[in-house]
DNA sequence: GCGGGCAGTTTCCAGCTGGTTACCGAAAAG
DNA sequence: CTTTTCGGTAACCAGCTGGAAACTGCCCGC
């Protein structure tokens, strides 16, 4: 649930986790992709999909993953503004990363209740 | 590269990122489990493999994974002190979720290099 | 004229946490 | 005799960071 990037230590010149870790780190970082991954969303929504984030971790999230390149920012000039949040072509490669941690949770969810 | 668990907030009961996230938070956490997934290491091993990890960090997350029932820890009474630390059936369930996690950085070096 | 929704920003604060250093006992190596 | 290895533990400290609450501007609906 709870991811922690390291300002000091950067990811490891050669090493892929490091690498992808560098993406997927930080706090909620996985649950914000997890719900950008059947399409853009809007901030509210992204809100709305997980209660538990607060808006300045969020917004801090999201500026940091438009920063890496992992998504886009658009802002439609509507009012009340519009703000909608899309995965770039980096962003979709994280995802085999995260569907495979949601696969291994669902396996393991099943583990507890079947005993 | 660095996980952080959260004291308070723990697994939200049915999500599977949650669950699995639970074991897997935590600085360095990823990079332990990775380097189990060949076989049982000791502990100078595990420090020698991810010469970043302080004993510190290294010990705590050891003893947290143990908790948790990812990994046993077998201490063997020679001297000095052999002390194994393997995974557990819960831990190699978790493999897949690693092993994606590097395959994506994988990928992305590649992306990088030939990009 | 009031409230609400959108999409944030700002401020402040507590606390967890990781890094660093020093230290442990036993035994083997030099 | 001294040093190293093994597998840690204890103490201390700085810093990042997430949470909470208040505030913003704009427009729409009532």
């Known amino acids: 649930m709870v991811l922690k990037v390291r ?11 490091s690498k992808c870790m560098d993406l997927l780190g930080g706090c909620w970082t996985p649950e914000v ?9 809007r901030f509210s929504e992204l ?26 920012r658009n802002v439609m000039p509507t009012s009340p503004p519009t703000v909608e949040y899309e995965l770039t072509d980096l962003g979709k490669e994280l995802l085999p990363a995260i569907r495979s941690i949601v696969e291994v949770g669902s396996r393991l969810l099943l583990r507890d209740s079947t005993g």
Chains 1, 2 share one sequence.
């Open 7 to 17: 300002k000091k230590v950067r990811a490891l010149p050669g090493c892929p986790m």
């Open 33 to 41: 992709l997890w719900s950008l991954s059947e399409g853009p969303r």
């Open 47 to 72: 809100r709305r999909d997980n209660p538990f984030i607060s808006a300045k971790v969020m917004t801090s999230r999201l500026r940091d993953l438009e920063k890496r390149g992992v998504l886009t």
